[in-house]
T-cell receptor, first 115, second 112 residues
Framework: DTEVTQTPKHLVMGMTNKKSLKCEQH?????MYWYKQKAKKPPELMFV???????INESVPSRFSPECPNSSLLNLHLHALQPEDSALYLC??????????????FGPGTRLTVT | QKEVEQDPGPLSVPEGAIVSLNCTYS??????FMWYRQYSRKGPELLMY????GNKEDGRFTAQVDKSSKYISLFIRDSQPSDSATYLC????????????FGQGTRLTINP
């Protein structure tokens, strides 16, 4: 089973709201990723976690705050977003990312609209 | 110049045709090559993964990597309307925490 789940499927939030996106995998993967995808564009990497530690932050604004409470869960906390942050937010996981290469499996995404 | 170039299409072919999708790249450090399929408003689904040069076949899908030309291809045989989607190539270098570099994606439509 190569399933990554994401909740919620859709989210509409105002610019002053605080919300969180959740990602879960039960494949025993130790690397997890957040991507942002705008319409008709490829996914853009935001954050990488390796063994529950943040290893890469692609210069993402601080209004996005990732959290990895355990090896199966990844959260993305959102605060004071802008309308241009509206996008599909994708979570992915891979077995490892410290040695060799392991395939990344994506979740279905959360479609976020900021009003 | 982008690290990975992929013709965005759109590409429209009749059912049963052989489809060829391609990407070129400039970074010779790329060793891992992937093809993802993404249906509208869904997450990308891993189709094929190849390490270094060579061919890999899985059912109706064949992935080819030519590192000397920095060129990768995905062939779809006996194309079906259900193959209509956006196809993304992606690449990664050895090490580097497996950062994927994606092509722009090619929108493919298979007409019944």
């Amino acid at each position: 089973d190569t399933e990554v789940t994401q909740t919620p499927k859709h989210l509409v939030m105002g610019m002053t709201n605080k919300k969180s996106l959740k990602c879960e995998q039960h494949m025993g993967h130790r690397a997890m990723y957040w991507y942002k995808q705008k319409a008709k564009k490829p996914p853009e990497l935001m954050f990488v976690y390796s063994y529950e530690k943040l290893s890469i932050n692609e210069s993402v604004p601080s209004r996005f705050s990732p959290e990895c409470p355990n090896s199966s869960l990844l959260n993305l906390h959102l605060h004071a977003l802008q309308p241009e942050d509206s996008a599909l937010y994708l979570c992915a996981s891979s077995q490892d990312n410290l040695a060799g290469y392991y395939e990344q499996y994506f979740g279905p995404g959360t479609r976020l609209t900021v009003t | 110049q982008k690290e990975v170039e992929q013709d965005p299409g759109p590409l429209s072919v009749p059912e049963g045709a052989i489809v060829s999708l391609n990407c070129t790249y400039s970074n010779s450090a790329f060793q891992y090559f992937m093809w993802y399929r993404q249906y509208s408003r869904k997450g990308p689904e891993l189709l094929m993964y190849t390490y270094s040069s060579g061919n890999k076949e899985d059912g109706r899908f064949t992935a080819q990597v030519d590192k000397s030309s920095k060129y990768i291809s995905l062939f779809i045989r006996d194309s079906q309307p259900s193959d209509s989607a956006t196809y993304l190539c992606a690449m990664s270098a050895v090490g580097g925490a497996q950062k994927l570099v994606f092509g722009q994606g090619t929108r493919l439509t298979i007409n019944p």
